[in-house]
C-alpha cells in the first residue's frame, strides 16, 4: 500500500475562489508529480518536482501553481478557480535515479482529489 | 510522435471468464512499460513492468506480454474475478531523457459481471 495521501477527496466551490490540493507522501521519494485525469482520457501531467525547491510545469497548460518546500509536501493552489477546472487531480512519487537504465517509473499514486468547480 | 494506443476502450465479461487487454506504443527509444489499474475512485496502481528483454511476465492471474520489435504489448486476466473490474493504464517510459518520460494510454475499463 503506497503511502501517499491527498486532501480533500471531494471539492465544490464556487468560482473565483482560492483553492489548495493537499498532497503528502512519507517514502522519502524526492520526484513528486500532479496529473490532470478526466473521464475516458489520459493522465496529463500538469507539475511535477525533482526535490525541494524544484519544481516545473508538465505537458498540459495549467493555470495552478505548486510549491516543494519540503520533501514530503507538494501542495497545488489555483488562485481563481473557474468551471473549465472541474476534474480529478492526482498526485504520485517516485524513487530518484539517475541511471535511464534503471529507472523503473513506478509512480506511486494518491487517492485522487474530485475538483467541482460552480 | 510518441503515443500510446489502448484497445478495446471498454470490455464486459462474465466472472470466471479470461479476457485480454491490448496496447500499442509508438515511444522511441524505449525504456519500459508498465500496467497500471486503477479502481473506481482510486489512484492507479502498477502491476507489472515490462522491460525490453522481458516476453512475459506474471503477477497472479495477470500475465503481460511484450513484443519489442512490433512494439505491442497485452496483459492477459485470467479466471476474472468482480474485483477485476476497473480502468487498465498501459503506459510507457522512454529512455531519451536521464530521467525518463512517461506516456499515458486511455485505459481500457473492464467490468466483470457475475
Redesign the interface.
Known amino acids: 500500500e ?1 503511502d ?1 495521501y491527498q486532501t480533500p477527496r471531494y471539492l465544490v466551490i464556487g468560482t473565483g475562489k482560492k483553492i489548495t490540493l493537499e498532497c503528502s507522501q512519507t517514502m522519502g521519494h524526492d ?1 513528486m508529480y500532479w496529473y490532470q485525469q478526466d473521464p ?4 496529463h ?1 500538469i507539475h511535477y518536482s ?1 526535490g525541494v525547491n524544484s519544481t516545473e510545469k508538465g505537458d498540459l497548460s495549467s493555470e495552478s501553481t505548486v510549491s516543494r518546500i519540503r520533501t514530503e509536501h507538494f501542495p497545488l493552489t489555483l488562485e481563481s478557480a473557474r468551471p473549465s477546472h472541474t476534474s480529478q487531480y ?1 498526485c ?1 512519487s517516485s524513487e530518484s ?5 534503471t ?5 506511486f ?4 482529489s474530485r475538483l467541482t468547480v460552480l | 510522435k510518441n503515443q500510446v494506443e489502448q484497445s478495446p476502450q471498454s470490455l464486459i465479461i462474465l466472472e470466471g471468464k479470461n479476457c485480454t487487454l491490448q496496447c500499442n506504443y509508438t515511444v522511441s527509444p524505449f525504456s519500459n512499460l508498465r500496467w497500471y489499474k486503477q479502481d473506481t475512485g482510486r489512484g492507479p496502481v502498477s502491476l507489472t513492468i515490462m522491460t525490453f528483454s522481458e516476453n512475459t511476465k506474471s503477477n497472479g492471474r495477470y500475465t503481460a506480454t511484450l513484443d519489442a520489435d512490433t512494439k505491442q504489448s497485452s496483459l492477459h486476466i485470467t479466471a476474472s474475478q468482480l474485483s477485476d473490474s476497473a480502468s487498465y493504464i498501459c503506459v510507457v517510459s522512454d529512455r531519451g531523457s536521464t530521467l525518463g518520460r512517461l506516456y499515458f494510454g486511455r485505459g481500457t475499463q473492464l467490468t466483470v459481471w457475475p
Not at chain 1, 535515479?97 to 537504465?101: A, C, F, K, L, S
Open positions: 503506497a501517499i520526484k475516458g482520457m489520459e493522465l501531467l525533482y492526482l504520485a535515479v539517475t541511471d535511464y537504465q529507472n523503473t517509473g513506478e509512480l499514486f494518491g487517492e485522487g
